[in-house]
Structures are given as structure tokens and as C-alpha cells.
């Protein structure tokens, strides 16, 4: 059944007045699913809204429309989480050596909160276009050229700011890793 533009029109406004009367809980409960971390539950959110506007989220009557958006909140919210968590690790594997394997990586992390700070001051070290261009590759996962072509800068600055952004970024992060290595065996020993 094909819906006309005025029924297609009329859902989304009924979706948009919904939306907004349960913004502020819908928020309290992205917070909670993000254990409190306020900017990853803007996030959230914000993906949730984009999931129901383009329909890759559908409301299909089968409970209460504040259950099923608290359970898209919730999946999007692990979705989210389990992403971060991966690229951590992968950013944790680059940096320590450059190519080596997933296993190398798992000692090497105390927390993924402490890698996540750490990561965090590192990129606020460089200059504003490397961490701008970094941030769009490793955490938005773009080409180095849609990465130049969002900062409105030629594909070839773009890969120079990659570049030096990978290496500033590997040389800052030895004294890190070392810390993390005295980290790990102080608390492997306290475990022996």
C-alpha cells in the first residue's frame, strides 16, 4: 500500500510532537545507557532521531511508543559503545606499534575510559586541522578525501595533516605506553 505525501507528511509530524514530548526522558535514559557520559549520549540520541526520520527505525505498534524508543535508545547506545571500544583498540594497536595484531592490544589497555582520556588530551595536542582531519578518518569513518572534502581543504593537505597528525600522535604516545605497560604489571603482580 502506497502512502500519499499528505499521510507520509501527517506520520512524520505525529513522530516529531511525540519525539518532543519525550525528549527530556529520552535524554535521562540515553545518559544512563551511556553511563553518564553526556556528549556520547547527545550522540546517541542524535542517531536515534536520524534512525526515525529515515525510517531505518520503525515504530511497529506491537508496545507502548516510549518502550520500543527506549529500547532503540538502549541498542543504539550498545551499537555505539561496541564501535568506540573497537576503534579504541585498533588506535591502541596503531599507535603502540603500527601493524601489529589485536591480541598485542589487549594487555597494552588499563581501562577504555583512561585509553579514551589519554587519546582525548593527545588529539587536543595537535595542530586544529591534523586533529581535525584525524577525528574524521578514525572516529567518523572517512576517507582521507571526504575528510578533505568536509574541511574544504585539497585531498593532498588533507593526507599531510593525516600523516604528520599519525606520527605527532605516535611519538606522543611512548611515554603513554610506557606508563600503561608499569600500569598493567603493578596490577598483574597485585593479582599473582
Same mark, same amino acid.
Given at each position: 500500500?502506497?502512502?500519499?505525501?499528505?499521510?507520509?507528511?501527517?506520520?512524520?509530524?505525529?513522530?516529531?510532537? %511525540?519525539?518532543?514530548?519525550?525528549?527530556?526522558?529520552?535524554?535521562?535514559?540515553?545518559?544512563?545507557?551511556?553511563?553518564?557520559?553526556?556528549?556520547?549520549?547527545?550522540? #546517541?540520541?542524535?542517531? !536515534? +532521531?536520524? %534512525?526515525?526520520?529515515?525510517?531505518?527505525?520503525?515504530?511497529?505498534?506491537?508496545?507502548?511508543? %516510549?518502550?520500543?524508543?527506549?529500547?532503540? *535508545?538502549?541498542?543504539?547506545?550498545?551499537?555505539?559503545?561496541?564501535? *568506540? /571500544?573497537?576503534?579504541?583498540?585498533?588506535?591502541? !594497536?596503531?599507535?603502540?606499534?603500527?601493524? /601489529?595484531?589485536?591480541?598485542?592490544? /589487549?594487555?597494552?589497555? #588499563?581501562?577504555?575510559?583512561?585509553?579514551?582520556?589519554? !587519546?582525548?588530551?593527545?588529539?587536543?595536542? &595537535?595542530?586544529?586541522?591534523?586533529?581535525?582531519?584525524?577525528?574524521?578518518?578514525? +572516529?567518523?569513518? &572517512?576517507? !582521507?578525501?571526504?575528510?578533505?572534502?568536509?574541511?574544504? *581543504?585539497? *585531498?593532498?593537505?588533507?593526507? #599531510?595533516? +593525516?600523516?604528520? /597528525? %599519525?606520527?605527532?600522535?605516535?611519538?606522543?604516545?611512548?611515554?603513554?605506553?610506557?606508563? +600503561?605497560?608499569?600500569?598493567?604489571?603493578?596490577?598483574?603482580?597485585?593479582?599473582?
Amino acid at each position: 500500500m502506497e502512502m500519499t505525501q499528505d499521510e507520509v507528511h501527517q506520520n512524520s509530524r505525529d513522530l516529531l510532537e %511525540k519525539l518532543q514530548e519525550l525528549h527530556v526522558s529520552a535524554f535521562t535514559w540515553s545518559l544512563h545507557c551511556c553511563a553518564g557520559r553526556r556528549s556520547d549520549a547527545e550522540d #546517541v540520541l542524535q542517531t !536515534v +532521531y536520524l %534512525k526515525l526520520l529515515t525510517g531505518s527505525a520503525r515504530f511497529d505498534g506491537r508496545s507502548a511508543f %516510549k518502550t520500543w524508543l527506549f529500547a532503540v *535508545i538502549r541498542s543504539t547506545a550498545r551499537e555505539t559503545h561496541r564501535t *568506540i /571500544g573497537r576503534r579504541l583498540r585498533l588506535l591502541s !594497536v596503531w599507535l603502540t606499534n603500527g601493524t /601489529g595484531s589485536q591480541e598485542a592490544a /589487549g594487555p597494552a589497555l #588499563v581501562s577504555q575510559n583512561e585509553l579514551r582520556e589519554s !587519546v582525548t588530551r593527545l588529539l587536543s595536542t &595537535l595542530s586544529n586541522r591534523q586533529r581535525e582531519v584525524l577525528q574524521l578518518v578514525f +572516529y567518523h569513518d &572517512l576517507t !582521507v578525501e571526504q575528510a578533505a572534502e568536509v574541511l574544504g *581543504i585539497s *585531498i593532498g593537505s588533507a593526507r #599531510v595533516h +593525516y600523516e604528520r /597528525g %599519525k606520527d605527532n600522535l605516535r611519538r606522543r604516545w611512548t611515554p603513554l605506553e610506557e606508563q +600503561y605497560d608499569r600500569a598493567r604489571r603493578g596490577t598483574n603482580q597485585a593479582a599473582v
